[in-house]
């Protein structure tokens, strides 16, 4: 079946770096888009970052634009996601997850396999 385990997580002073990393198995790996996600506590898990199969198209929310980079490397079955300036509302649990096909999907219904989740701690 397929597992998508993240790692990365942590605690972080604001203005820090994290680098998330999600390791998949189970299918074709670069057949799929991967998507990054979170979830605040009392809070809806919010589509973060998202990338087609080939890393060619991205997106991104609003609120991590220009200090989020969604990145995969095909050959090692892992999506990154690289968070530089950070700030406290980037506090959350972060999930990744597997696109229904190789297309960006904006909307969490594109997403059929869902990793763990990784605990991310942004200190003021």
């Known amino acids: 079946q397929v597992q998508l385990v993240e790692s990365g997580g942590g605690l972080v002073q604001a203005g820090g770096s994290l680098r998330l990393s999600c390791a998949a198995s189970g299918r074709t790996f670069s057949s799929y888009s991967m998507g990054w996600f979170r979830q605040a506590p009392g809070k809806e898990r919010e589509l973060v970052a998202a990338?087609?199969?080939?890393?060619?198209?991205?997106y991104y929310a609003d609120s991590v634009k220009v200090r989020f980079t969604i990145s995969r490397d095909n050959a090692k079955n892992t999506v990154y996601l690289q968070m530089n300036s950070l700030k406290p509302e980037d506090t959350a649990v972060y999930y990744c997850a597997s696109g229904r096909s190789g297309f960006v999907y904006s909307h969490f219904q594109g997403y059929d396999y869902w990793g763990q989740g990784t605990q991310v701690t942004v200190s003021s």
């Open positions: 990338i087609n199969w080939s890393g060619g198209s991205t």
